[in-house]
């Protein structure tokens, strides 16, 4: 079973009181934006087998957004922070290096 | 090409009966990789083998290559619940999962390897009104579609099903769309009988080969590399499923796939009490019964990537406590083993089989929870795709889709259980 700890409410929460968000630190295009631009951000998914970054909301609890680092071959967890970033932060990044060493943060289009 | 295999048949079991069994052959070779061929399809499952077997069959390609990392149908195609229907909304998926299930009726003949497929029926429950009415309306589109299904009541769903509860308090069985030459097929067989028609037609099945990089020159695919070494192509056809986004970004482009786990599970084994599928899509949840007596169960899948081959426990508790109110029967049956599969879902739930932004590779995934009843047909469409470069059964389902906002919504109209 998955867990995760709320940054928000900092509830050590199982999957059942979570509700998975999809892939974190999209690029959001509006109007004005070229077609590939709108596609990538609209389909294209990262969908990496290793360090995924993603949101989840603590739906049965208190209610928040937040962020989530997370393996998707081994289900280790990173670590969560909250969703008020448009990147992972400092001490998230550290540990998954430590964890995962040459790993690097990937340059989003 | 060597010597062609011996046929499977009453005499020969007679035969090698005769012998006391010494002269059965292996089913297909186990070759050396060669330095090159003229397409390498990778994966070995259903979809990759089925790919492979059209080419030569319809198209007279032979020097075929199929890299598999793991073993043959060891994927998707041996974790299953083996269900074959083609009662779609769309007349792009009616046609391709329409096609594959009528190439599932002679499938064992085609191949001379017995698939056991068992037009028993598949029934699709409505346990809400909404779904009554949905149902209805695929009804009628399978009707102009050319597809056989019908909508029934209440009173022939009990006669089908005498096991069914269609009066529970909170999901009432209000009707069913019934395909009756739906049905199910042994998942293994269909991965091992198409493996030894191609590895007869003299393609190389190639078992534990994992690869690892795509080359290519000015734009084009030119090979690949793999843990037994480099392997050159004119063209390749990417066919993995759950893992299409590495094999993507290995060739250099994205797709707008995610990759999730989907999960099945088995009862111990009781005696026949249940000859037809039955879906119940409201409450996340299907059954069927094996030939050796077990209830064949699959569920919802995750709802966040995971590339583990296991789902979350909370899922099978949920699709179980579902089922019992509309099969109180099974309540007091015995699990018997879970697992798990890695399933490629696109946004509007429909496949793609595609070419993509590297020319001469092309690349058929985004099969989602719905891969194992289009075998045939998608191995038929994406044949025809990398042979000819065009597929009438393929068009629709071009990756670019999304981009122009073509998109085949079947995640409407077929829900959880696809």
């Not at chain 2, 080419?55 to 199929?66: H, K, S, Y």
């Not at chain 2, 843990?227 to 893992?243: D, E, M, P, Q, T």
């Not at chain 2, 050796?292 to 709802?303: N, R």
Request: with cysteine; glycine share 12%.
């Amino acid at each position: 079973m998955l867990i995760l700890e709320c940054p928000c409410c900092g509830v050590l929460a199982d999957e059942t009181e979570l509700a998975p968000g999809g892939e974190a630190h999209l690029k959001r295009f509006g109007p004005g934006a070229s077609d590939d631009e709108f596609e990538g951000y609209l389909f294209m998914r990262e969908n990496p087998r290793g360090v995924h970054f993603e949101r989840w909301r603590h739906v049965n609890g208190c209610g928040k957004w937040f962020h989530a680092a997370r393996d998707t071959s081994t289900l280790e967890v990173f670590g969560t922070y909250p969703a008020q970033t448009t990147e992972p932060p400092r001490d998230i990044r550290d540990r998954i290096s430590a964890r995962r060493p040459g790993w690097t943060w990937r340059e989003f289009a | 090409m060597g010597h062609r295999m011996k046929r499977y048949s009453a005499f020969a079991v007679a035969r090698e009966a005769a012998r006391f069994h010494t002269g059965w052959e292996r089913a297909w070779k186990s070759p050396e990789p060669r330095k090159t061929y003229d397409v390498i399809i990778v994966g070995a499952g259903g979809h990759g083998l089925a790919t492979a077997y059209y080419l030569g069959r319809n198209f007279g390609i032979t020097n075929v290559a199929i890299l598999e990392k793991g073993w043959l149908g060891g994927g998707n195609t041996g974790r299953n619940t083996t269900i074959i229907r083609s009662n779609y909304l769309q007349d792009p998926s009616a046609a391709i999962y329409e096609k594959a299930r009528s190439l599932y009726e002679d499938l064992s003949q085609d191949l001379n390897y017995n698939v056991m497929f068992s037009p028993r029926g598949v029934m699709m429950l409505a346990q809400t009104e909404h779904e009554v009415r949905g149902y209805l309306r695929t009804a009628h589109a399978n009707a102009l579609q050319g597809v056989e299904t019908r909508f029934i009541q209440p009173d022939e769903v009990k006669k089908l099903v005498p096991i069914i509860n269609i009066d529970g308090p909170r999901y009432p069985v209000l009707g069913a769309l019934w395909q009756p030459r739906g049905g199910t097929a042994r998942h293994d067989a269909v991965a091992w009988g198409y493996a030894r028609a191609c590895s007869d037609m003299g393609m190389d099945v190639i078992q534990k080969c994992e690869v690892t990089g795509v080359r290519q020159e000015g734009g084009k695919v030119t090979g690949v590399e793999t843990s037994r070494g480099a392997i050159g192509c004119n063209k390749l056809g990417i066919v993995v499923a759950g893992h299409s986004g590495v094999l993507a970004e290995m060739a250099g482009f994205r797709l707008p796939i995610e990759s999730v786990a989907l999960q099945a599970l088995v009862s111990e084994p009781v005696k026949p009490c249940m000859d037809v599928v039955v879906m119940a899509n409201t409450v996340h949840g299907y059954m069927s019964q094996s030939d050796k007596g077990e209830m064949v169960i699959g569920g919802g899948a995750d709802g966040f990537n995971n590339y583990t081959q296991r789902g979350s426990f909370h899922h099978i508790e949920e699709t179980v406590r579902a089922l019992i109110e509309t099969f109180p029967m099974i309540s007091r049956l015995k699990m018997l083993r879970q697992w798990g599969g890695i399933v490629d879902m696109t946004g509007d739930r429909s496949p793609i089989l595609s070419k993509t932004p590297l020319e001469n590779c092309f690349i058929n995934c985004g099969w989602g929870t719905g891969g194992f009843k289009s075998i045939p047909g998608s191995g038929w469409g994406f044949a025809e795709l990398m042979a000819r470069g065009h597929s009438s059964l393929c068009e629709d389902f071009s990756m670019f889709r999304f981009r122009e906002g073509k998109f085949i919504d079947e995640s409407v109209a077929a829900g959880v259980a696809h």
